[in-house]
């Protein structure tokens, strides 16, 4: 189950919200009472309720924004629960001073927005011993670990727990705290009005990740990466999980550099079965994988990670995902090592893109230049690969067959940028933009006015999530299905 939070400064505005969610279907609402301004009239608010409710009134020191005194915050609490509330929200120094009546439930609750204490356990007994029918912890996540040490306390709770950690680091708990028992999970009315670090709107909650629908059972997969918030991965994956009615779900996992090997002895744990991997932690999990397949050991880098047994298996999909595109564009057999020879490619970056790309250019016989405006870089890929490097100011001498912008430039906000000039572009040119928000990036549009055969970042990034999806399923993905949410979420681009 859901609980809706509405924070709302007027009376009216909080009832027409709690109406609004009823009808779409939400079961649980909390009223955070310390939002309203002024005086706070119980008797507008709960009589006609739609839904059952949690009162709430967080004082600053918790996180809330209660005005007035610690005396009347109390007594209004108190009156709730004459009133007959179904949940009430006490803070432990203030539990023992509210005493439990008629059929109100006591969520006992602390919260930390500093950290996540290591006595976990210890802090959980004291508010379990406050007569409480739901304990509820609410942390913020430092780091990765965090979001273990709470999903296995609400796992080895003896009561009811909500065990959340806050933060964008935290938002694994308040997807999976279902999986591991919790009674509900909280989100916000609206993305735009977080109560809390890492809070998830009802929506989100309810049609990305299919929360009601999380049990013990469901296979989690997800996305490592730091940064992680704009990954368009969640979408593209629970969008096709939903359609095959997969019992799955796929999770953001933020993970700063100097924590991977220890999330991914933790996602053993969490009973994770696969990984995407994505900026900046490419290469350094291959140190903690026992199998590579021939793309990720070609490239020196894995975007994709099965976990099976105590195995950990890596997959390099963007370059499958890039030769497929590319291959597909310009009617070529599929896998030909012969495909591109006498063809020269420039690879416009020396990132982890152009690292699968240029791999797979050279596999297929082109006859492959790159360049980047580290020159040091592009010197050091094409010597590992063993092609030609050249200065980016120069980019535009060579002639070239094959374009590839492997570069962030033109990718949302920085939407009037491109890599190349658009007087350069030639007709016979195959142009290939990496970037797929937005999709018509400059360099698409000018390569289309000039009549190049163009490739855009949607198919590359489509094609490869596919054959994640075929990794993480062993079903053929739902292409068109996939294509058409990224779509819809990026949206066109206007210049």
């Known amino acids: 189950m859901i609980c809706v939070s509405i924070g709302r400064g007027r009376h009216r505005h909080v009832i027409a919200e709690h109406k609004h969610l009823a009808e779409q279907g939400a079961e649980l609402v909390e009223l955070r009472l310390d939002y309203i301004n002024g005086n706070v009239n119980l008797n507008r608010l709960l009589p006609e309720r739609p839904t059952p409710v949690i009162v709430t009134l967080r004082r600053n020191q918790d996180g809330g924004k209660w005005p007035g005194t610690e005396e009347a915050r109390q007594l209004l609490l108190r009156t709730a629960i004459v009133q007959g509330v179904e949940y009430v929200d006490l803070e432990e120094d203030v539990a023992a001073k509210i005493p439990r009546y008629g059929k109100t439930k006591r969520i006992i609750s602390l919260h930390d927005f500093r950290k996540t204490p290591e006595d976990l356990p210890a802090i959980h007994a004291r508010l379990k011993a406050l007569d409480a029918d739901i304990v509820k912890l609410a942390t913020l996540a430092n780091e990765p670990h965090d979001n273990l040490r709470m999903l296995e306390l609400v796992q080895s709770a003896d009561i009811p727990t909500i065990g959340i950690c806050m933060g964008e680091m935290g938002v694994p708990t308040r997807v999976l705290c279902g999986k591991y028992g919790s009674p509900f ?11 809390a670090p890492g809070q998830l709107s009802y929506q989100q909650m309810r049609n990305l990740y299919r929360y009601d629908e999380i049990n013990a059972e469901t296979e989690v997969y997800g996305v490592m990466g730091d940064p992680i918030a704009q990954s368009m991965s969640p979408l593209v994956h629970n969008r096709a999980f939903r ?3 997969l019992n799955k779900v796929y999770v953001p996992f933020r993970i700063p550099r100097e924590d991977v090997p220890s999330f991914l002895d933790d996602a053993k744990q969490l009973g994770v079965r696969g990984l995407s991997v994505t900026i900046p932690h490419k290469e350094s999990v291959l140190k903690k994988l026992t199998k590579v397949d021939g793309g990720a050991k070609g490239v020196g880098a894995a975007n994709t990670i099965i976990f099976n047994g105590d195995e950990l298996i890596g997959y390099n999909t963007d370059y499958r995902g890039a030769m497929d595109s590319l291959e597909k564009a310009m009617n070529l057999p599929h896998g030909n090592h012969e495909s591109l020879k006498g063809k020269t490619a420039m690879v416009l970056g020396a990132g982890g893109a152009a690292k699968a790309i240029a791999y797979g250019l050279k596999r297929r016989g082109a006859d492959v230049i790159i360049t980047g405006r580290t020159l040091e870089h592009a010197e050091t890929l094409a010597k590992r690969l063993e092609c030609k490097s050249l200065d980016w ?16 430039m033109g990718m949302h906000p920085n939407v009037d940028e491109t890599p190349y000039d658009k007087h350069r572009l030639r007709q016979t040119m195959v142009v290939f933009d990496t970037v797929y928000n937005p999709e018509t990036t400059l360099l698409v549009k000018e390569a289309k006015l000039k009549g190049c055969n163009v490739i ?20 053929p993905a739902p292409e068109d299905l996939m294509r058409e949410e990224l779509k819809k979420a990026i949206g066109p681009v206007k210049y």
Do not use: K, W
């Open 185 to 195: 999970t909280y989100a916000t009315f609206h993305q735009e009005r977080s109560l």
């Open 393 to 408: 100011g120069a980019r535009h001498a060579p002639a070239t067959d094959i374009l590839i912008n492997c570069t962030p």
């Open 243 to 245: 359609h095959a009615n």
């Open 456 to 475: 855009t970042g949607v198919a590359m990034f489509i094609r490869q999530a596919a054959l994640q999806y075929e990794l993480f399923t062993g079903q």
